[in-house]
């Protein structure tokens, strides 16, 4: 037994709530993809991240699995108001993806196997708070939730968090991705309920 208990750490319940405005709690795990889900080997499998001027950086299976490996425990909140509180993943930090990537762009765009797309402001990708995760549960990520890879953003809606993410591309102007060309908010943070565009 650990001295603190379980439920002791974190923000006091009655002072802020763990669920965002307008949100559900959930305790299965809803598959929402737009499209099919692409099978990748992982023999194949590479992650890109390229520069606003045109540097690649590339990680295969291999490589990323050398790379530190963080455990985090996360709430998600999809825009379709159901949210999933303390999932725990295992995965790379963006940060030590970006570690040593030197970089003028302000912006950057998500692209998965199979054609799928979402931006967000680099900044929202650095500071501990975005990774690369393979690991659900401890237990490899499903096909169907976005394995072998998939991004994970959990501060934002999770249409930010790209399945089967293949690479991101850095740029100085933003690039609105699938939804946010579709009429979702380009930043969405659930929290200030950011749903739609004009939200
Ligand atoms: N490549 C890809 N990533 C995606 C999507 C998608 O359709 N394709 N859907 C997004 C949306 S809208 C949500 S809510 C989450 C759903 O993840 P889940 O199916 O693991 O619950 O994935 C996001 N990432
Ligand atoms: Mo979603």
């Known amino acids: 037994m650990g001295i603190v208990s379980p439920g002791f750490q974190g923000r006091p319940r009655s002072a802020e709530p763990a669920l965002p405005p307008g949100q559900y709690l959930t305790q299965d795990f809803p598959v929402l993809s737009a499209g099919p889900t692409p099978r990748v080997s992982l023999d194949t499998w590479e992650f890109v991240l390229s520069t606003e001027d045109g540097r690649e950086f590339r990680w295969s299976w291999d490589e990323l699995m050398s790379l530190p490996q963080e455990t985090p ?30 970089t003028a762009a302000r912006y950057a765009l998500a692209h998965s196997y199979g ?26 990520l499903p096909a169907e939730h976005g394995g072998p890879a998939r991004l994970l953003v959990p501060h934002l ?34 929290w200030r309920e950011q749903r739609y565009q004009g939200d």
Do not use: M, Q
């Open 115 to 140: 054609g799928y797309t979402t931006n967000l402001p680099l900044d929202d990708l650095r500071g501990g708070r975005a990774w690369v995760a393979h690991t659900f549960d401890g237990e490899p």
């Open 157 to 190: 809606y999770f249409w930010k968090s790209a399945k089967w993410v293949r690479g991101i591309r850095l740029f100085v102007d933003d690039h609105p991705g699938f939804w946010e060309t579709a009429g979702y908010h380009d930043y969405g943070d659930p």
């Open 73 to 102: 425990t996360v709430d998600i909140h999809c825009v379709t108001r159901w949210s999933k509180l303390a999932t725990t993943w295992r995965g790379v930090s963006l940060d030590t993806l970006l570690d040593g990537v030197d």
